[in-house]
């Protein structure tokens, strides 16, 4: 294996404990030159800065980052981060795993979700007093791309069934050229998808989602939908998440940095280590992604668990299972 350079950025809270596992996951199975960078509530505390240039450099100029959570910074880190890797796709998987007391067992959801523009636009203004406007973004390129990544990713990942998630009966102008975009790339390549309402479909998710596979979504509707899919599979700890981009890649549990919890030493790792097999996937190495998967679905499947599974064990003791399955 080449040194691939990855930039760790734990940032706040479980941050600082989850990522850490992840680090060790990853040197255990390749070779790899960890640059480490600070971002969050505790650098700004420090330097007035929740984002330093230097992290950004770092990021954007790494093979791929690994990043944990910033705490009420969040904004001010992650979304300058995913357009330092110039992501234009957000993947989340919401998988159901055995020993994980899915509350729908048979979930396998991908969501992917666009991660530019849409009601996440950033444009919004108070045009007179009392009235506030926010502008939704939908371009061609953007929705293009999305549907591309998306019917790839089903077609390299095995799920027959890719649906797309839209409002285009309201929003017609917006989600109408989003819907129009999709539809125009799975016509270019014959690939066969249902288009969904997005509220209905969030009751079908509910309801059936064994009936669901790739859901290609408009920014906002795949952020609270894969959420609504994460309470299916067992919680936040374990759902991992990739931003991609062309080039490269940051890779993040969909949880926060967990206040409530930080610094007991108690917090899931999974979610993290779970991201960590995305971004092995993403540099190419399949075999090695699979292995660390199969090691987490065994340490979810016999023990120990963390409090949030139920168990009683710690953050260190996950971790040590995990590594020793591997
Ligand atoms: P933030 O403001 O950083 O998003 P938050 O507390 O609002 O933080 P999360 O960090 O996502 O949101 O946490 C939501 C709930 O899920 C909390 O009760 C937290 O303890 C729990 N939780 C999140 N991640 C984990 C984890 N990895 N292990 C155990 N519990 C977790």
């Given at each position: 294996?080449?040194?691939?350079?990855?930039?760790?950025?734990?940032g706040?809270?479980?941050?600082?404990?989850?990522?850490?596992?992840?680090?060790?996951?990853?040197?255990?199975?390749g070779?790899f030159?960890?640059?480490?960078?600070?971002?969050?509530?505790?650098?700004?505390?420090?330097t007035?800065?929740?984002?330093?240039?230097?992290?950004?450099?770092?990021?954007?100029?790494?093979d791929?980052?690994?990043?944990?959570?910033?705490?009420?910074?969040?904004?001010?880190?992650?979304?300058?981060?995913?357009?330092?890797?110039?992501?234009?796709?957000?993947?989340?998987?919401?998988?159901?795993?055995?020993?994980?007391?899915?509350?729908?067992?048979?979930?396998?959801?991908v969501?992917?979700?666009?991660?530019?523009?849409g009601?996440?636009?950033?444009?919004?203004?108070?045009i007179?007093e009392?009235?506030?406007?926010?502008?939704?973004v939908?371009?061609?390129?953007?929705?293009?791309?999305?549907?591309?990544?998306?019917?790839?990713y089903?077609a390299e990942?095995?799920?027959?069934?890719?649906?797309?998630?839209?409002?285009?009966?309201?929003?017609?102008?917006t989600?109408?050229?989003?819907?129009?975009?999709?539809?125009?790339?799975?016509?270019?390549?014959?690939?066969?998808?249902?288009?969904?309402?997005?509220?209905?479909?969030?009751?079908?998710?509910?309801?059936?989602?064994?009936?669901?596979?790739v859901?290609?979504?408009?920014?906002l509707?795949?952020d609270?939908?894969?959420?609504?899919?994460?309470?299916?599979?067992?919680?936040?700890?374990?759902?991992?998440?990739?931003?991609?981009?062309?080039?490269?890649?940051?890779?993040?549990?969909?949880?926060?940095?967990?206040?409530?919890?930080?610094?007991?030493?108690?917090?899931?790792?999974s979610?993290?280590?779970?991201?960590?097999?995305?971004?092995?996937?993403?540099?190419?190495?399949?075999?090695e992604?699979?292995?660390?998967?199969?090691?987490?679905?065994?340490v979810?499947?016999?023990?120990?668990?963390?409090p949030?599974?139920?168990?009683?064990?710690?953050?260190?003791?996950?971790?040590?299972?995990?590594?020793?399955?591997?």
């Amino acid at each position: 294996m080449s040194e691939e350079r990855i930039a760790v950025v734990p940032g706040d809270g479980i941050g600082q404990e989850v990522v850490p596992v992840a680090v060790d996951v990853l040197d255990a199975v390749g070779d790899f030159e960890f640059v480490h960078a600070d971002a969050g509530d505790a650098v700004k505390a420090e330097t007035g800065e929740a984002l330093p240039e230097e992290t950004f450099e770092t990021v954007a100029n790494a093979d791929a980052t690994v990043f944990g959570a910033a705490g009420d910074t969040a904004a001010d880190v992650v979304l300058p981060l995913r357009e330092a890797v110039d992501s234009f796709a957000n993947v989340r998987p919401a998988r159901a795993h055995p020993g994980a007391n899915a509350l729908k067992p048979e979930t396998d959801l991908v969501f992917v979700r666009e991660n530019t523009e849409g009601v996440y636009s950033g444009i919004e203004d108070e045009i007179t007093e009392g009235v506030s406007t926010l502008t939704r973004v939908v371009t061609d390129r953007a929705s293009r791309d999305i549907a591309e990544f998306g019917f790839d990713y089903a077609a390299e990942n095995g799920y027959d069934d890719v649906t797309v998630a839209h409002k285009a009966n309201v929003m017609r102008e917006t989600d109408g050229r989003f819907l129009e975009n999709v539809r125009a790339v799975a016509d270019a390549r014959d690939a066969e998808f249902d288009e969904a309402l997005m509220d209905a479909l969030a009751m079908h998710l509910v309801q059936r989602p064994e009936n669901y596979g790739v859901v290609i979504c408009p920014n906002l509707a795949g952020d609270v939908l894969s959420d609504l899919a994460a309470g299916l599979v067992g919680g936040l700890g374990l759902l991992p998440s990739a931003n991609v981009g062309h080039a490269n890649g940051l890779f993040e549990p969909v949880h926060g940095s967990a206040p409530d919890i930080a610094g007991d030493g108690i917090a899931n790792p999974s979610a993290t280590v779970l991201s960590a097999a995305m971004l092995l996937e993403h540099l190419g190495y399949d075999r090695e992604a699979a292995s660390v998967r199969d090691a987490v679905e065994g340490v979810l499947a016999d023990g120990p668990r963390t409090p949030d599974l139920g168990g009683g064990a710690s953050t260190e003791a996950v971790a040590t299972a995990i590594l020793d399955e591997l």
